[in-house]
């Protein structure tokens, strides 16, 4: 198979993550960090992605998927340009995390897995950050927002409006 970028809907495979592919997909464990590798490279996994990733490695679709639903990690709808990310570890759901996905949907006009209609905000909830000690956490790209009520939420996410 030749190793030239490949189209795909509105994206397209670029060599870098075609050679990824290449080298991975015949060690065992290889999906799952196929897949991290495509969604650091396009933000998420697209059901066309998850198709030529099934071509590409020869693991059945139904497989593919399977990884991706299972993990929460991983998206199968493009985010918002800022991902607000709420954890919902024990510590972090404890002290008001729910509060915390609820203030920042509501500001938002968010339904869940939903992105503002201005492509800038979506709000997911994560599994643990791992700054339990700072908890109720959430984070905004790579920012990190800790011991936070539902009451900063319109001062962070102002931060990033318009930027």
């Known amino acids: ?12 495979f670029p060599q870098e993550l075609l050679s990824f592919i290449e080298e991975w997909k015949s060690k065992p464990g290889s999906l799952i960090m196929i897949l991290h590798k495509t969604q650091d490279v396009f933000g998420y996994i697209s059901r066309p992605a ?54 920042c949907r509501k500001l938002l006009r968010l339904e869940p897995n939903g992105v503002t209609d201005d492509g800038q905000f979506s709000v997911d909830p994560v599994r643990c950050v791992g700054c339990c000690g700072l908890a109720p956490v959430i984070t ?24």
């Open 1 to 12: 198979m030749a190793q030239d970028a490949k189209t795909e809907g509105d994206y397209t």
């Open 50 to 103: 998850a198709e030529q990733l099934s071509l590409l490695t020869g693991i059945p679709l139904a497989r593919v998927y399977g990884v991706i639903t299972f993990y929460h990690f991983f998206k199968t709808t493009k985010p918002g340009k800022h991902r607000i990310s709420v954890c919902l570890g024990t510590a972090c759901y404890l002290k008001g995390a729910q509060d915390l996905i609820d203030e």
């Open 140 to 163: 905004v790209g790579t920012d990190t927002f800790g011991k936070i009520s539902k009451n900063d939420i319109p001062g962070i996410i102002a931060k990033y409006q318009n930027v």
